[in-house]
């Protein structure tokens, strides 16, 4: 495994957080994103995942980066699932150590944030009786305002 | 020639996902204007150019061998 990367299979948090962790980490934050069923009083059957592997994997990689220089003694791990994933799956975790606390909750939001602008991962939303990829504004659940 | 790569719903618009073209020399403006006319259906809206897995800005030229992706707008996490 790598400290950033784009997986296929169930991720397991716990490795994440072991990578991060040094003699001189005080604290661990692990942010664990999941597969929601409702949003907006729409209900999601499941998720599909999709990214552009070797770009995705080097702007995890540059989001370690800018973290450890914006906050000093921290280290990250950020690993995101493609693929089908289903209700309560994991979709991405981000592992931030530093030697206190406070840094380690602001460097994981900060982690997630960028992740949102920056990488190039898409969400298609699967739902009874439609779909649709997220980022795409064109198309909107039925009933839903356009 | 220029590998060109298309993701998510751009993907499905254009029902392709990687193609070989001979667009060396040209910029990402001219791209976007290409591929707008080969794909009636295809909607630039917010998204992003990437050359050779960065981001590019619309006068960046592009040069034979590049890999050259759209990147529809992201939602990751």
Redesign the interface.
């Given at each position: 495994m790598k400290a950033f990367e784009i997986v296929t299979e169930a991720i397991n948090p716990q490795a994440y957080a072991d990578l991060v962790l040094r003699p001189e980490a005080g604290a661990v934050t692990m942010f664990t994103?999941h597969v929601r069923e409702w949003t907006k009083g729409v209900r999601t059957l499941y998720l599909a995942?999709?990214?552009?592997v070797?770009?995705?994997e080097?702007k995890l990689a540059q989001i370690g980066e800018e973290i450890e220089q914006r906050w000093e003694g921290t280290k990250v791990a950020i690993a995101?699932r493609v693929g089908e994933l289903q209700i309560s799956d994991i979709?991405?975790v981000i592992a931030v150590s530093s030697p206190h606390r406070k840094t380690a909750y602001e460097a994981n939001e900060y982690a997630?944030e960028r992740?949102?602008?920056?990488?190039?991962?898409?969400?298609?939303e699967i739902w009874e009786d439609g779909e649709e990829?997220?980022?795409?504004?064109?198309k909107k659940p039925e009933g839903e305002l356009k | 020639m220029i590998s060109l790569?298309y993701?998510?719903?751009l993907k499905?618009q254009t029902g392709v996902s990687e193609e070989q073209v001979d667009l060396a020399g040209r910029t990402v403006d001219e791209l976007w204007q290409w591929a707008m006319d080969k794909y009636p259906d295809f909607?630039t809206?917010a998204a992003r150019v990437?050359v050779n897995?960065?981001?590019a800005l619309p006068t960046d030229v592009l040069e034979a061998g590049d890999v050259v992706?759209f990147?529809?707008?992201?939602?990751?996490?």
């Open positions: 994103g995942y999709e990214a552009y070797p770009m995705a080097k995101h979709a991405v997630i992740i949102k602008e920056i990488v190039p991962i898409w969400k298609k990829w997220i980022g795409d504004q064109k | 790569h993701f998510a719903g499905e909607q809206g990437a897995e960065e981001y992706a990147i529809p707008p992201v939602s990751g996490g």
